[in-house]
């Protein structure tokens, strides 16, 4: 059994889709109060949503040890902690209550994902080649020279024994890193963070883990956890995959897009350059202010506009992109950033529920975790069965329930794809009669 533990939705679905693209039975536990009820004899791959990201240290460690006495580990299960390839959240402090409450010798931390260029270099991580701190996702209290090495950011959270290995080591080949983790093994370094700048690096590292005597904790992006499926799906033998053209649908496409990353931003700027897709931006004063009012009306347009077969997009209003009218926004109206957060996830998920229940759409995007999380909680969906990836690390899934047995669910995290994403993930999802409503002229 394969154990792999997330701290938000759309991370635990793209590591989940490595596995089950190669065959794995692959199911994705949305907690509420407690863990789901599953049968184990029929999972492969256990992958847990903690949503304890946007927690505080005690919070998050409490809820990982929870989680952990909740769970029956057996002696040759394989745990992976999944990490935010941007190093958001409390990683430090969630591998920490891991290796201590399972009692594993060593960590072995890759957080690179080359698929979405994003690699470790002398235990800096690097995003599209610039440093992390340049980027869009440097959001942190570290210092900005700090940020980037994951060792420091590790200290901050941890007391435990932390090394590296070298990119001029890992390149080596299998024996040198084999060589450097039974160093850090006999040193009692606990997590050790090694370099890789591709998917050669990924594997050899992974091989390498095979051959050391000791429990070990993986850590990492889904770059990493694809090596597991590569290796091993062999036992269980290639599961059905998703069948492109006929599970396509004469149906509506629905997005719902909470992330404020500019990739996001770029993909839905295509996408309304490229299709005559609908969209209704939410007024986040109203949302705080008028909630039950405009939820109704929101719900009507959705209505109004998917049961006549067209795409549409919700999200906030553009100008909750941009920071400066966002920190204006909080001091005003003093809220908090993470509170506004949950009741734009909310309001979000409230929406989807109710439209669905008065018209059953058959394919639904969610852009982003919290918003992910925020609609697969109001629509009461406790697990996801992975069934493939349309683009890397961007899943299509189906919910257990009777009820939304049709119903596609695709998630997407707010920093992932090209600028053609979304345009692509439409095309994947409808049939040619939909295309031509959909496309401009």
Do not use: W
């Amino acid at each position: 059994m394969i154990y792999v533990i997330a701290d938000d939705l759309t991370g635990a679905n793209d590591t989940g889709v490595q596995f089950s693209k190669k065959g794995y039975k692959t199911v994705v536990v949305v907690p509420d109060r407690s863990l789901c009820a599953f049968d184990k004899s029929q999972i492969d791959v256990l992958v847990i949503d903690t949503e304890t990201r946007h927690l505080d240290s005690k919070g998050a460690r409490k809820s990982i040890k929870n989680i952990l006495e909740t769970l029956d580990f057996g002696e040759g299960d394989i745990v992976y902690k999944k990490i935010d390839s941007t190093l958001r959240g409390n990683i430090g402090i969630e591998i920490d209550e891991i290796m201590k409450s399972l009692k594993r010798n060593i960590c072995i931390f890759v957080p690179s994902f080359p698929s979405y260029k994003r690699i470790t270099v002398g235990g800096s991580l690097l995003i599209q080649g610039k440093s992390l701190v340049k980027s869009e996702y440097f959001n942190d209290n570290l210092r900005k020279n700090e940020k980037s090495h994951i060792l420091v950011l590790l200290k901050s959270q941890t007391d435990l024994p932390i090394s590296r290995i070298d990119l001029k080591d890992v390149i080596k080949g299998q024996e040198a890193i084999l060589q450097s983790l039974k160093k850090n093994l006999q040193d009692r370094n606990k997590i050790v963070v090694i370099d890789a700048v591709n998917e050669e690096h990924l594997s050899e590292i992974y091989d390498s883990s095979l051959k050391l005597n000791g429990s070990i904790l993986y850590a990492g992006s889904a770059g990493l956890a694809s090596q597991f499926a590569v290796i091993d799906y062999q036992e269980t033998g290639k599961a059905k995959e998703f069948n492109f053209e006929s599970e396509k649908s004469n149906g509506a496409v629905l997005i719902i897009s909470g992330s404020r990353s500019a990739t996001t931003e770029s993909q839905i700027l295509y996408l309304k350059k490229m299709t005559n897709i609908f969209e209704l931006n939410i007024d986040i004063e109203e949302v705080l202010y008028k909630r039950q009012k405009i939820l109704e009306k929101y719900v009507k347009d959705s209505i109004q506009i998917l049961t006549k077969e067209y795409c549409l997009i919700i999200r906030a209003i553009p100008l909750f992109n941009r920071e400066m009218f966002l920190k204006n926004f909080i001091v005003n109206k003093r809220v908090n950033f993470r509170e506004l957060e949950v009741t734009i996830q909310e309001f979000f998920g409230e929406v989807v529920a109710k439209v669905y229940k008065k018209y059953a759409f058959e394919n639904l995007i969610l852009i982003g975790g919290d918003t992910a999380f925020g609609v697969c909680s109001k629509m009461g969906i406790c697990t996801l069965n992975i069934l493939d990836e349309l683009l890397p690390g961007i899943p299509v899934s189906f919910s257990s329930l009777n009820k939304y047995a049709k119903l596609k669910i695709v998630t997407k995290a707010g920093g992932f794809g090209e600028e053609d994403t979304l345009y692509k993930l439409i095309d994947m999802l409808i049939n040619n009669k939909m295309k031509s409503k959909l496309l401009k002229s």
